[in-house]
């Protein structure tokens, strides 16, 4: 499976380049953002644009 191929809820998970530094920067990769997408917990703040889907880890 290609990171293209990754997609929450039918919709493509796209970093922007700064954000696939900070993820590797963590040890993260896009596996670990579905994950936490799947089965994190919301932990939505004001300030959000609408829409915008935020997930804290377990």
Do not use: F, H, N, V
């Amino acid at each position: 499976m290609k990171y293209l191929d990754i997609a929450y809820k039918g919709l493509p998970l796209r970093p922007t380049k700064s954000a696939y530094y900070e993820l590797k920067d963590l040890g993260m990769d896009l596996y670990d953002i579905l994950q936490i997408l799947e089965d994190g917990y919301d932990c939505s703040s004001a300030g959000r644009k609408e829409g915008t889907i935020e997930k804290c880890r377990y």
